[in-house]
């Protein structure tokens, strides 16, 4: 379904898909649809969440997974009412090469884990410098925020993942540059619920790019990027190991391959509506005084 119905016709022909729509309620109430999949910018998240909750069906939403954490709660209300299953699509809790850092953590291949810093330093875009065709990514109406909620919200997530879930968050956020309305800088201090440290800097105007996150432990630690193929390295007193595990060729299939699995009785997805929920909740806390 696509809201321009000629390009919906036009995918469907050239992909070899028998049906499409230009609207979502027909594609949502279509008897031969099982589930939903909910592929349209955070604005439209819940509304389409809550309608395919009254249509019975599942529901696969992207992340983040709505504007906000009010919304993520109307939404995970809905589907327990409804008794659907919601899923989120942060696909690193699937894919390989984020699976192996959480089997190095678990084996306590580092020790005891003390604290985690997080970097993602970016460029300014050039789509970002017309402020009058601005993409939706920098539009917090549309987005819930800028380039901090779209990014951060996936290393985020993946460290509730490995980790467990963030107790308490403090931070800074402002928009430095002014080209756009949203964020572009972010800056914040967590504690998880085990007792784990964490710093995190988010700046979308440097003049490097970095993308690193570091977890630190008692004896050694794991350094990996979350957005580049770079391998997951692993630092100890005997040295640093390399793995290098490439991305497979449909970077949500693992993912969604966990959906499939729970909804036919054989598996269980790691990427809920409640899981999701908290990295919003997160990035809410994060946000608040730069949108007061």
């Known amino acids: 379904m696509r809201r321009t119905g000629h390009l919906a016709r036009d995918y469907a022909r050239r992909h070899g898909v028998p049906t499409w729509y230009d609207d979502a309620q027909a594609l949502i109430h279509d ?33 983040p997974m709505a504007l906000n954490f009010e919304d993520c709660q109307e939404m995970i209300a809905a589907c327990r009412s409804a008794e659907v299953p919601l899923f989120v699509a942060y ?26 810093t997080v ?30 909620v779209d990014l951060a919200s996936h ?29 572009d800088i972010v800056t914040s201090a967590f504690i998880f619920e085990s007792g784990v440290q964490g710093v995190g800097t988010w700046c979308f105007t440097s003049f490097e790019e970095l993308d690193l996150t570091e977890i630190v432990g008692s004896r050694g630690k794991i350094c990996y990027s979350t957005f580049g193929d770079e391998p997951v390295s692993l630092t ?15 970077i949500q299939q693992p993912l969604i391959q966990t959906v499939v699995d729970e909804l036919t009785g054989v598996g269980r997805c790691p990427s809920t509506g409640q899981s999701a929920a908290r990295t919003t909740r997160i990035m809410d806390q994060l946000l608040k005084s730069y949108y007061i």
């Not at 050039?126 to 939706?136: A, F, G, R, V, Y």
């Not at 100890?236 to 449909?250: K, L, R």
């Open 119 to 148: 970097s993602l330093y970016q460029s300014v875009r050039q789509e970002e410098l017309d402020p009058k065709h601005l993409p939706w990514r920098v539009i917090p109406q549309i987005a819930g925020g800028g380039r901090f």
């Open 236 to 250: 100890t007193a005997e040295g640093t190991t390399e793995f290098s595990i490439e991305y497979p060729p449909h």
């Open 155 to 183: 290393m985020l997530d993946f460290l509730d993942f490995a980790l467990g879930p963030i107790r308490s968050v403090r931070g800074f956020a402002a928009n430095q540059a002014g080209h756009y309305p949203a964020e």
């Open 91 to 116: 696909y690193r809790r699937a894919l390989p090469r984020f699976l192996k850092v959480k089997e190095l953590l678990e084996a306590q291949a580092i020790g005891e884990v003390r604290f985690v």
């Open 31 to 63: 008897p031969e649809v099982d589930a939903i999949y909910i592929a349209t910018p955070p604005s439209s998240h819940k509304a389409y969440t809550l309608m395919a909750a009254q249509a019975g069906k599942p529901v696969y939403v992207e992340k």
